[in-house]
Nanobody, 120 residues
Framework: QVQLVESGGGLVQAGGSLRLSCAAS????????MGWYRQAPGKQRELVAS???????NYADSVKGRFTISRDNAKNTVYLQMNSLKPEDTAVYYC??????????????WGQGTLVTVSS
């Protein structure tokens, strides 16, 4: 089964930027939609951004205009460019992928998470 490995998290000051990367390995038939979720302490996990294999994107209202999701299908990698970071963006960020499994369809796969901390 495909594995997802996130990287790029860290500690930044408010107004700063980070770029998260998620590399997928082991996919036999390709990956459909990929996305980034985040979970802050004591809160529900929420969708941050997603991108289809054709490049269609979707963003949470709280990050529109600040975050940009992209993917490199040849490298099976998805990125999240985060600009103008705010303290409320602090969370563990998880990569998600819909791994195609013929003939059933696809299975959701999750990465281990990477911590983003934004100081004020």
């Amino acid at each position: 089964q495909v594995q997802l490995v996130e990287s790029g998290g860290g500690l930044v000051q408010a107004g700063g930027s980070l770029r998260l990367s998620c590399a997928a390995s082991g996919s036999r038939f390709g990956i459909k939609t990929m996305g980034w979720y985040r979970q802050a302490p004591g809160k529900q996990r929420e969708l941050v951004a997603s991108i289809t294999s054709s490049g269609s994107t979707n963003y949470a209202d709280s990050v529109k205009g600040r975050f940009t999701i992209s993917r490199d299908n040849a490298k099976n990698t998805v990125y999240l460019q985060m600009n103008s970071l705010k303290p409320e963006d602090t969370a563990v960020y998880y990569c998600n992928a819909e791994n195609i499994v013929a003939p059933e369809g696809y299975l959701e796969v999750w990465g281990q998470g990477t911590l983003v901390t934004v100081s004020s």
